[in-house]
């Protein structure tokens, strides 16, 4: 077991492992009065390893509380890691679903097969693995033996079950399967691929397919989308396609970055009690520089956030609930000034800016340094471009997204320990970022010109 030595990193309210290492959120669902989130855990050490399943649990999806692990890996279908899923309730019993990993012994490269596995529990705390696991044994023949994350939903009367892959062509695509019974499985058909002539990866992970205000989402994972015009700069994208049909076949959009920051990736949704459509992501990037690993630890998962459509734009934006974490509000103003200081010793904040461009058409800026006055990133909001640059320090600093213009600019920021997420207009555009700083934060909010500023932020806890 890896321990934590230092917690200067320790996030205040988002999920992270108790020690050890995670990365993609898994199994989301809501049983039994809890909402549960699973994810990707190593608890030896501080990097990725034999894959487990951690486990979270919260009543309000605002306080976590730590669970035992749920799944291990080491039988003979997940010999060597219990690979990223999901969950669904059956009969009052809760099923996750989710990929074995193996790999091929005796190969000099680390070959791999792949296989989906189910495990049950009747209390969302106990797991037992199904005794005629796989449930899946093998993709189909043109297919890599990348064959993996299984996303399962109920539609009219059947199970369905998407799942991440590769074709034998390099092509990534969304595998889809139904069943009777969530224990027999047949395969389908190949829900979406991506084009070998677009831009549209090698690999997909992490599938996930729902339909939003009318609109059929396919999100997912891609690796192999090369950088374009300033977007995809991530060593791997999250992004959705819109899919429609034309009869004969499934016609893809273009596809759609969902977060510009540098840490968002394999994301996951589940429907909340009151039927939101919520999603959460591992905040981080493989290979990122993960600072907290010298600690004892690695990894956090976004706040939850809900999905919402702006016409043909999947928007995210963080769930009402997280309001209960406002313990004190620190500072307060609306007033006309060309720039608003404020520090705080304390990490965990909410920052609700509206600033009201009237007839200006100068950047907007947001600043957050350490207590050495040292930017760690700036994000200008450009109003005649209508570009949004967020810029670090490193050769790989900036990411850039796009905002509409409207008389005033709508910000929300989270921000905890070693992480900062900035929401634009609503969700239409957002940053997710980790950040290593200790100490004091001071934040600037400004323009070369005065304009309407007003500023709430309050100090975040989540005791
Ligand atoms: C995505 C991913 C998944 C896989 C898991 C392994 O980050 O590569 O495809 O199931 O991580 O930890």
Same mark, same amino acid.
């Given at each position: 077991m890896s321990t934590v030595k230092n917690e200067r990193y320790r996030q205040k309210y988002h999920i992270m492992p108790p020690q050890g290492w995670m990365n993609d959120p898994n199994g989301l669902c809501f049983f039994k009065g809890y909402y549960h989130v699973f994810f990707q855990y190593h608890?030896?050490? =501080?990097e990725w390893g034999p894959m487990h399943w951690g486990h979270v649990r919260s009543l309000d999806l605002v306080h976590w509380e730590n669970c035992p692990i749920a799944l291990t890996p080491g039988d003979s279908e997940d010999k060597d890691g219990c690979f990223s899923g999901s969950a669904v309730v059956k009969d009052d019993k809760l099923y996750l679903i989710y990929t074995g990993h193996n790999y091929l012994t +005796?190969? *000099? &490269?680390q070959e791999v097969w792949e296989n989906q596995n189910i495990a049950i529990s009747e209390d969302g705390l106990r797991f037992q693995k199904y005794? *005629? @696991?796989?449930?899946?044994t093998t993709p189909p023949s043109? @297919?890599?033996?990348?064959?993996r994350d299984p996303k399962v939903w109920f539609e009219d009367g059947l199970w369905y079950m998407v799942l991440g892959s590769q074709s034998k062509k390099r092509e990534g695509r969304a595998l889809l399967y139904y069943s009777k019974d969530l224990l027999d499985w047949n395969y389908l058909k190949v829900l979406a691929k991506a084009d #070998?002539? /677009? @831009? !549209? +990866?090698?690999m997909w992970e992490c599938p996930d397919y729902f339909e939003l205000n009318g609109k059929k989402i396919l999100l997912l994972s891609p690796q192999g989308i090369a950088e374009e015009e300033g977007r995809f700069k991530n060593l791997h994208q999250t992004g959705y396609f819109i899919l429609s049909d034309d009869g004969n076949q499934v016609i893809k959009s273009d596809f759609y970055e969902l977060d510009s920051g540098h840490d968002f990736y394999a994301t996951q949704t589940c429907l909340t009690e009151d039927g939101r459509r919520i999603l959460f992501a591992w905040m981080d990037m493989w &290979? /990122?520089?993960?600072? !907290?690993q010298a600690d004892g630890w690695a990894g956090t998962l976004t706040v939850p956030r809900e999905l919402r459509m702006q016409g043909n734009r999947l928007c995210t934006y963080p769930v =009402? !609930? #997280?309001?209960? #974490?406002?313990?004190?509000?620190?500072f307060t103003q609306d007033k006309f000034i060309k720039k608003t200081s404020f520090s705080s010793s304390s990490h965990a904040l909410e920052i609700n800016a509206v600033l009201d461009w009237g007839k200006a058409d100068t950047s907007i800026y947001f600043e957050l340094n350490d207590e050495e006055h040292s930017q760690i990133f700036i994000v200008e909001f450009c109003p005649t471009t209508q570009k949004v640059v967020l810029k670090r *320090?490193?050769?790989?600093g900036k990411r850039q997204a796009s905002f509409s213009l409207k008389q005033q600019l709508e910000l929300k920021i989270y921000i905890d320990s070693s992480s900062a997420e900035i929401f634009i207009n609503g969700g239409e555009s957002s940053f997710s970022e980790r950040f290593y700083a200790e100490g004091k934060l001071s934040i600037n909010l400004c323009s070369r010109i005065l304009i309407k500023q007003k500023l709430d932020v309050y100090r975040l806890s989540s005791s």
């Open positions: 608890p030896a050490s =501080a +005796g190969t *000099k &490269k005794v *005629k @696991n796989p449930v899946i043109d @297919n890599s033996t990348d064959f #070998l002539t /677009a @831009n !549209e +990866g090698y &290979k /990122a520089d993960m600072q !907290e =009402a !609930e #997280l309001k209960a #974490l406002r313990s004190e509000l620190l *320090k490193d050769a790989d």
